[in-house]
């Protein structure tokens, strides 16, 4: 998934997503790039841009059919749950977060 790589995961994910037609893994790649825009948006310092992100990330994720998420390997329930909480497990992603939960107080 390059987790070291979010820029990377974005070009590769946008790709597949583009030639997809309107269905679960269309828009779970979709998601998948919104966490990865988090991500950079979390290491270029900005926190509005990594609150829009993990937002729409956390409505696709929701979106998705959990079959399809397990297929990959993905408990979507349980990262869709862990976004809207601010609970992000990526280093600089997880800084902000805490500081997203402070400001809506979470």
Request: aromatic share 4%; with cysteine; net charge neutral.
């Amino acid at each position: 998934l390059y987790p070291a790589q979010p820029f990377l995961a974005h070009e590769r994910w946008e790709e597949a997503w583009l030639v997809l037609p309107a269905s679960d893994e269309r828009t779970l790649l979709r998601s998948l790039i919104q966490l990865a825009a988090a991500r950079i948006k979390a290491a270029q310092g900005n926190a509005r841009g990594l609150e829009k992100s993990l937002d729409k990330a956390a409505r696709g994720f929701a979106q998705i059919d959990q079959e399809v998420g397990a297929l990959c390997g993905l408990d979507l329930g349980r990262l869709g749950a862990a976004l809207e909480a601010g609970q992000v497990v990526a280093g600089e992603i997880e800084v902000l977060a805490v500081a997203r939960r402070e400001r809506v107080g979470i």
